[in-house]
């Protein structure tokens, strides 16, 4: 295993170019199990959990080619229907292959994903939707054994909440339904809309794209599909939070300034300057920043998977930060990492009380989720002295090259060997 080394103090400058979004290119990929194809898929981002589903999707029986960003996959000969453990357990978007798997194929055996380190995770919405859409299914093994009798029955179904995942295997499994199915309480993240405009692009019928009511029409069949995957939005606010942290200034092309709306307004009361033009963002900081209180809220609320690299910063904010996680029960396992840096932080149930102290101190510490590892970073690229970031696999899942991009910005970062 690797581990990551920073030289904290020093600014950010330069320009980096930001990635194609994680948690776009999930769920497009499993969306090419719709229809044969060749299906050609843009702006790609190299993580692991992109070659996980990508793993996932051979033992179906596809096939894939990766040519830089670009990926052509093809699905004519799927040969299973089953989604191992041993891969799901790696990644739990494996789940999205459901509603795919279901409309091509009318049978899907998935195994549960299992909880993971930030909460429960739960699948009931999903399992919930598909049975109102005519599929069912049984829990054995642990595993979800689904099967529809012919073709799925579209219907309308009202979310508890607006689950990202929920939404779009809903959607997946209700484009090739018979007949009109509504999805109420939607969730709006951009990388939804992202598939409502591969899916269209393919043949399908889906209107409301963006809302929290997305309309789909059934339709017969679907074609191949040619989609840009649209700029990672997390790892953006990742990269902007961090210079509010360590001061500097940084332009980040290829990004999309219409995806953040909650963290710049977060970040400017915090006193980092942050200027938008259409696909670049500008950013710069003193490296002093003012404490604001942060409650995450599904999209356009502030972003969970921002939270982490908040909190690194208002370690730094003069003054009192309430940051309270109100998606995930288990999301505050940075927080003892943090601790080992001089942070002073106390937990109250869904809150964290920070107390910003000004500045760390360099540590050894550990990542436990793909979040916190960025937090970490962060919290060491300002940080006095030296800090050692263990069991970066965490930040592999969901970083394209982080550290190749900070170290080419000036950062004093690199990885070896643990
Ligand atoms: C997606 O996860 C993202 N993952 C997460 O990003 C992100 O944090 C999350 O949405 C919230 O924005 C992908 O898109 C691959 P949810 P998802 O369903 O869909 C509960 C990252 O770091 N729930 O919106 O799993 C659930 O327990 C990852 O990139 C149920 O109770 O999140 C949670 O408390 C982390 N039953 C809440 O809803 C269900 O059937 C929100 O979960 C589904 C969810």
Not at 107 to 131: D, M, Y
């Amino acid at each position: 295993m690797d581990k990551i080394v920073i030289e904290g103090g020093t600014p950010l400058r330069g320009e980096i170019a930001i990635s194609g979004a994680k948690n776009a290119a999930l769920p497009l990929i499993c969306a090419c199990l719709l229809a044969p194809g060749p299906h050609i898929l843009e702006n790609v981002p190299d993580l692991r959990d992109v070659r996980t589903m990508l793993a996932l999707l051979e033992a179906l029986g596809a096939t894939w080619k990766r040519d830089g960003a670009t990926l052509t996959i093809d699905t004519a000969n799927l040969n299973s229907f089953e989604a191992s453990y041993d891969l799901v357990k790696t990644m739990r978007a494996s789940v999205l292959v459901l509603g795919p798997l279901l409309a091509r194929l009318g049978r899907a055996r998935v195994s549960l994903p299992g909880g993971c380190a930030i909460g429960a995770r739960p699948i009931n919405f999903h399992l919930q939707g598909f049975k109102r859409l005519g599929v069912s299914h049984q829990l054995e093994d642990g595993y979800v054994d689904a099967v529809v009798d012919g073709q799925m029955v579209g219907a309308t179904i009202c979310f508890d909440f607006p689950s990202v995942t929920a939404t779009e295997n809903i959607l997946m499994g209700a484009v090739m339904a018979r007949g009109e199915t509504v999805i109420k309480n939607a969730a709006r993240e951009p990388e939804i809309a992202n598939l409502v405009d591969m899916l269209n692009g393919m043949g399908a019928r889906i209107r409301g794209r963006g809302g929290d009511t997305l309309l789909i029409e059934g339709v017969t069949r679907l074609r191949s599909a040619r989609i840009r995957i649209v700029p990672d939005r997390i790892e953006t606010g990742t990269l902007l939070i961090a210079v509010g942290a360590t001061g500097g200034e940084l332009s980040l092309s290829n990004g999309d300034s219409t995806m953040l709306p909650a963290l710049y307004a977060k970040l400017r009361a915090a006193g980092v300057r942050v200027r938008e033009d259409q696909d670049r963002v500008h950013v710069a900081g003193n490296g002093v920043v003012r404490a604001v209180d942060i409650k995450t809220m599904p999209y356009p609320g502030f972003p969970t998977d921002l939270q982490a690299q908040m909190m690194a910063l208002m370690c730094f904010g003069q003054g009192l930060s309430l940051i309270t996680e109100t998606i995930f029960e288990n999301r505050f396992m940075h927080v003892a990492e943090l601790r080992r840096m001089g942070a002073d932080i106390r937990i109250n149930g869904p809150s964290a009380i920070v107390s910003g102290v000004g500045k760390l101190r360099g540590a050894r510490v550990m990542a436990t989720d793909l979040r916190a590892s960025a937090s970490l970073v962060i919290a060491g690229l300002a940080a006095e002295g030296l800090t050692q970031i263990s069991r970066v696999y965490h930040l592999d899942r969901g970083y394209d090259d982080l550290v190749g991009k900070l170290s080419r910005v000036g950062a004093k970062i690199h990885r070896e060997a643990e």
